[in-house]
């Protein structure tokens, strides 16, 4: 509203986006605590899969997948084979939301005041955690081989553009750009404050920490893979001993290879029958997933085979969920602090109550997570609600301040906070650089969207091939409901530019009015 | 030589039940009715690679030709010489006649459990077709030795006695199997309340517990900011009324009540240009 009451729409869009964000985000801290809680017990209770009635058995649906992603997809969401098929509220994930939307409320209750407190710790914790993991991880069997993987560039990626607009978005939202909140956080700083340094570090910092964090994490699945991979190489040796009768570990995994190759040579109408697995380590190593598969299937499943497990998953899912609650701080403070500014409640009401009230109707409101099919539209939020909006009001942002604001007045007010102007390299990127490359990832982002019919991955036990995933298109009205999302936020910029154009007008006509009544009464006191 | 594998066998490792076709002295006996040529005992013996206990694994490949011969003698079997490969954690386990004595009398004590059947002895129990991976058939015989008992029976006999068989011999449900009896797995240890709502049951108090001093010291110092300033009131107005009585002067630029224009805080259309 400062720089121009036109764009007052950008910050009211930024406060219906934080609090899209905020709602889905806190599902997530709502799972991980539901498994932090669960860390507590040896053995893992996503270690063994449960008996079938007969006990002779296991259950199917796990037998045929896997005990940890049964543990996720059954034990944890009880989902459902479909979006449509809505389900009954899970109790006990509803119960883990009200505990994390309490532990969140204890944190903001005060604002800046608590925040600043709890973030010391919810901070430096996860940093403490990941050297812990990296340290454990480097002496694991098998490490070596993540952390090839993870710096051997595969040009064949690499000459997808596709990978380089996820890596354009990722390094976006990793910096949570246009959610309001470095701008709320940063009207808490004192006036004269060296923004610019600010703004380097943070982008310093988080590209170090990523980096860090890739090493621990793919130290730990390099582990993982090696270890799949050897137990599928004592399968099928189980699988020739006891086909041909050999003595017991006569055929040891170094030897496994020779031994087959000899087989196949020999006989290899009998080698062909024993419908022998392919275990190549690369297949393990490609199969690591991203987001919630990552931390809840791929890297539980890391953690059970490690010695004292217990401790390293109560490690592992307490470093999740303060890394989730200090980036809920940032959301809820770009929820809380326009509304403050707004003046939405009256004077007297103390900060207490409102942060209360926001944390309730965003607890209530997320209350449609917890229903079993609470994934998919987890999913959705989280690829639909914040993407397009964010870089749209990125750009409105950037093109408020270097344009309508004026550069020259933006660099005047810089060089009095820090004490210099920004130099050429600052100047030439917001006039030019960084428009340009907003504008391309948008138009890039709207045409792959349009291309490829939205679809998504059902875990559906009557599948043919269970356990892969389902590939279901998106019913009519779920697809409304995603535009809806992408497009409601945006719209309040020239929602709000329509309202002022609309109120300066009738203010003018009233000025004129005014004019042309008596005129001489003005006489006295201005 | 490298007998020939059957197929899908042992990609999940069933366990198949044989008999073994009766002894008789001299004579094959074709199979009666109540148990056929695949319904045969097999024990078997087979142990993971790089596990704890010793024992050798050995599977006896299905398919192979049940014990054919008449003789009323067991094969006996080699003393097993396979040497380690995993170093000095592994002992060997050494298969000997007392071995094979002992496994009958535990064959003879599970059927003899059976209500019908208390009179079984060791000498009705006959192992046959034994190979140098402790894998055999084995049958029990009635009393009279003249046919052998159902597979079924002898099924769920070794079943519920499964595991003092394997406590006998060292072994469990995985280094010792028998075909085609299926394991009663041990069912997992459910505490009786699950330990999640203990843990969250103490994170949710001490939050509760928290927020409430958090509300409770917020409101006493909204309630000391309140008393305060209506203090301060008090002496504001003893100071405006001394410094009017002093001074004469009015303070007119400190007036708290009435309203000013205050230049920074003009109306947004004369500050900014338009556009």
């Known amino acids: 509203m400062a720089i121009s009451p036109y764009l007052g729409g950008v910050g009211l869009g930024c406060l219906i986006v934080s609090f899209l964000v905020s709602l889905y985000y806190n599902t997530i801290l709502t799972w991980v605590l539901w498994y932090l809680l669960n860390s507590f017990q040896h053995p893992l209770p996503w270690s063994a899969c449960p008996l079938d009635l007969n006990r002779t058995g296991l259950v199917e649906e796990c037998w045929d997948s896997s005990a940890v992603s049964y543990f996720w997809y059954r034990q944890t969401l009880n989902i459902t084979a479909d979006i449509s098929d809505s389900g009954s509220v899970q109790w006990q994930l509803l119960v883990c939301l009200a505990a994390s939307w309490a532990v ?228 809820m403070e770009s929820v809380i602090t326009p509304l403050l500014d707004l003046g939405v409640m009256p004077r007297g009401v103390p900060k207490e109550l409102l942060t209360g009230l926001a944390c309730l109707v965003c607890f209530v409101s997320a209350t449609c997570f917890t229903l079993q099919s609470g994934s998919y539209w987890l999913e959705i939020f989280d690829h639909y609600a914040a993407s397009l909006n964010l870089i749209l009001f990125a750009f409105f942002e950037v093109v408020g301040v270097i344009y309508v604001y004026g550069m020259k007045r933006f660099c005047d007010d810089i060089a009095w906070m820090t004490g210099r102007r920004p130099g050429l390299y600052w100047q030439v990127t917001w006039k030019v650089v960084s428009p340009l490359l907003l504008l391309t990832i948008f138009v890039a982002y709207i045409s792959l969207l349009a291309s490829t019919p939205p679809s998504y991955k059902a875990w559906n036990p009557q599948y043919e091939q269970f356990p892969s995933r389902q590939e279901k298109p998106y019913p009519g009205w779920v697809q409304a409901i995603c535009v809806l999302l992408s497009f409601l936020p945006a719209l309040s910029v020239p929602a709000v530019a329509l309202v002022q154009l609309l109120a300066r007008r009738r203010r003018k006509q009233q000025d004129v009015q005014q004019d042309v009544g008596p005129k001489l009464q003005d006489g006295g006191v201005c | 030589m490298l007998a020939p594998p059957l197929a899908s066998a042992w990609a999940h490792p069933s366990l198949e039940l044989h008999h073994c076709r009766a002894l008789k002295s001299g004579k094959v006996t074709p199979p009666r009715s109540r148990f056929t040529v695949t319904h045969q005992i097999l024990w078997r013996s087979s142990v993971p690679i790089g596990a704890r206990k010793k024992t050798r694994a050995h599977v006896i490949a299905p398919g192979k030709s049940p014990c054919s011969d008449s003789a009323a003698t067991m094969r006996q079997n080699n003393s097993i010489t396979q040497e380690t490969q995993e170093g000095p954690r592994l002992r060997k386990y050494a298969w000997d006649t007392n071995e094979e004595y002992l496994f009958k009398a535990m064959v003879a004590f599970s059927m003899r459990k059976v209500p019908n059947r208390e009179t079984t002895e060791i000498s009705h129990v006959l192992l046959c077709n034994v190979t140098q991976r402790v894998s055999f058939w084995f049958v029990v015989t009635d009393p009279s030795k003249t046919h052998t008992l159902p597979a079924v029976e002898i099924q769920s006999a070794i079943r519920m006695n499964r595991n003092r068989i394997n406590n006998a011999f060292f072994l469990n449900d995985q280094t010792l199997e028998f075909l085609r009896i299926p394991s009663t797995l041990a069912p997992p240890t459910d505490p009786p309340v699950p330990i999640w709502i203990i843990i969250f049951g103490v994170i949710f108090c001490i939050v509760i517990v928290a927020t409430m001093l958090l509300i409770l010291s917020g409101i006493q110092q909204h309630r000391r900011k309140n008393e305060g300033p209506s203090e301060m009131e008090d002496t504001e107005d003893k100071c405006e009324n001394t410094i009017t009585v002093e001074n004469g002067i009015p303070c007119d630029p400190l007036d708290m009540k009435g309203g000013h224009i205050n230049d920074a805080f003009m109306t947004e259309d004369e500050r900014l240009t338009p556009l």
């Open chain 1, 104 to 331: 969140l409320y204890l944190c903001v209750i005060r604002g800046i005041e608590t925040t600043g407190k709890a973030i010391y710790f919810t901070a430096l914790f996860p940093y403490l955690v990941l050297t812990i993991f990296l340290i454990r991880g480097l002496t694991l069997p098998g490490a070596t081989e993540g952390l090839v993987y993870l710096f051997t560039p595969d040009m064949q990626v690499l000459r997808n553009p596709r990978v380089w607009l996820d890596a354009a978005t990722q390094i976006f939202f990793s910096l949570s750009l246009a959610f309001g909140g470095h701008i709320a956080f940063a009207s808490y700083n004192p006036p004269r404050n060296n923004c610019e340094r600010d703004a380097v570090a943070i982008a310093l910092v988080n590209s170090m920490t990523s980096l860090y964090a890739s090493i621990a994490v793919f130290s730990v699945l390099g582990f993982k893979a090696a270890n799949d991979h050897g137990r599928c190489l004592d399968g099928n040796i189980l699988r020739l001993i006891n086909a041909f009768d050999l003595p017991d570990q006569s055929i040891s995994r170094d030897d496994y290879a020779a031994v087959l190759a000899r087989l196949n040579t020999s006989r290899p109408e009998w080698a062909a029958g024993l419908h022998l697995d392919t275990c190549r380590l690369e297949d393990f190593l490609e199969k690591s997933a991203a987001g919630t598969g990552l931390a809840f299937i791929v890297f539980a499943e890391a953690v059970l085979h490690m010695p004292g497990a217990p401790g390293w998953a109560v490690l592992f899912f307490g470093m999740l969920f303060t890394l989730g609650l200090s980036s809920m701080f940032g959301n």
